[in-house]
């Protein structure tokens, strides 16, 4: 049975692997209730300022997605009449310009595209048939933007909140060789269960996303701060004024830092990239900047918190990883007394060759890359016979 959704209905909000449990939490503190964990998504129950609020604040979603339309198809044929019948003009206007993700699994459909190809059709003849004009597709910035989702024969329609996916926050202006996702970065950071209790190390910072990402955490500021655009703007119902309240309430949260934050790398042009970001989020006062190596630091004899993001074998080659994991290892336990150090690597013969184990491990993707999220407790006894054998 057919049926378009009401306010009250589930509610979508993507994620990357591994960072499903982190977004539930979040969209919890938006206000989301009864939540329930997929694969690389949450679904959830809110209403339009929930909607607003996870757009706005959550930093592990990608997009949050609102059912529109359920219905079961067998064939071509009929996933054509049913989609032709929905109620599109409830949601488009004639002038607005859209576009349509698919995503398919099963015998029955097979080719996201062409699928996609088939929900446009039906769109397109939705309207012309209605109106004599049809609305225009634009793949790259639609006013509305549909997915159409098909398991078997259950298909569903969503309409999606955010327009551009939520990882561009907006602060980026350059970008490094292998950039870390904005989402997954923050997704790191608030698995590691740090908020700005301590001072935090970005050693190989590349476009400096962590530090960048860090100083927002710490100081509370919403991960769509830097955004001016959602999609749920365009929408028929948008609601400015809640938009404001909500905005205003989520920005009136924003407070001082006292702890600091530094983003280092061995490349120049990274600093100098990382730099250029953080001066875009008119953070680069609330973030240190270096040119040296991690193996190089002085690490101050006090608790804080280090993330590495090496390089490895797949995103940029070396001649002997394993040993460049050694000397990374050896740092940690020569110079890293009192520290927590969180590592995200591709594979796990990386991180063997730390020579450390592991207190904590996470499987997350960088992109298509499967990579290993690892922590490693530093305990005090190892930086002294360091500084023995130095001072000897």
């Known amino acids: 049975m057919k ?9 979508v909000a993507k994620t990357m692997s591994g960072l499903e449990g982190v977004l539930e939490r979040e969209l919890k503190a938006c206000g989301a209730k009864e ?17 607003y609020r996870a757009n706005y604040s959550c930093r592990t979603a990608i997009a949050i997605l609102k059912p529109i339309y359920h219905f079961k198809a067998e064939n071509k044929e009929e996933l054509y ?4 019948a929905l109620k599109w003009d409830k949601y488009l206007n004639i002038e607005s310009t859209f576009a349509i993700d698919s995503i398919v699994s099963g015998d029955l459909f097979s080719h996201s595209l062409y699928v996609s190809q088939l929900c446009k059709d039906a769109l397109v003849d939705n309207f012309r048939d209605t109106y004599n004009v049809r609305p225009s597709v634009n793949r790259s910035q639609p006013d509305i933007r549909f997915t159409l989702r098909i398991v078997e024969n259950e298909c569903s329609v969503l309409i999606d909140s955010s327009g551009d996916s939520l990882y561009r926050r907006g602060y980026r202006v350059k970008h490094g060789e292998a950039n870390l996702n904005e989402v997954l970065a923050a997704g790191m950071i608030l698995l590691s269960g740090w908020h700005g209790e301590c001072n935090f190390y970005d050693p190989m910072c590349g476009s400096g996303t962590l ?14 701060f830097y955004r001016e655009k959602y999609g749920f703007m365009n929408w ?13 309430e989520a920005d009136d949260e924003i407070s001082e830092s006292e702890i600091e934050i530094f983003s280092s790398d061995i490349m120049s042009m ?11 989020a008119r953070l680069h006062h609330d973030i240190q900047f270096d040119s040296i190596a991690f193996q190089h630091m002085e690490f101050p004899e006090k608790k804080g918190i280090i993330f590495l993001n090496p390089p490895y074998g797949e ?23 009192g520290y927590d150090v969180w590592i995200i690597s591709s594979g796990k013969d ?39 054998e130095r001072n000897a």
């Open 315 to 337: 995103r940029m080659p070396l001649e002997d990883v394993r040993n460049f994991y050694k000397s990374i290892g050896d740092t940690m336990k020569n110079r890293c007394k």
């Open 211 to 224: 530090g960048i990402e860090a100083a927002m955490i710490s100081q509370n500021i919403p991960a769509g």
């Open 35 to 51: 939540t329930k964990i997929l694969k690389r998504a949450v679904s959830f129950v809110g209403d339009k300022e929930v909607i």
């Open 350 to 388: 990386s991180t063997k060759s730390i020579g450390l184990r592991p207190s904590s491990r996470y499987t997350l993707f960088n992109g298509s890359i499967e990579c290993t999220f690892a922590k490693f407790e530093i305990f005090e006894g190892k930086r002294k016979e360091f500084l023995s």
């Open 81 to 84: 009449d049913k989609l032709y």
């Open 3 to 11: 049926r378009e959704e009401d306010e009250k209905d589930r509610l």
């Open 236 to 248: 028929k119902d948008f609601d400015a004024e809640l938009w404001k309240k909500v905005k205003t």
């Open 270 to 280: 990274a600093v100098d990239s990382a730099k250029r970001n953080a001066e875009n």
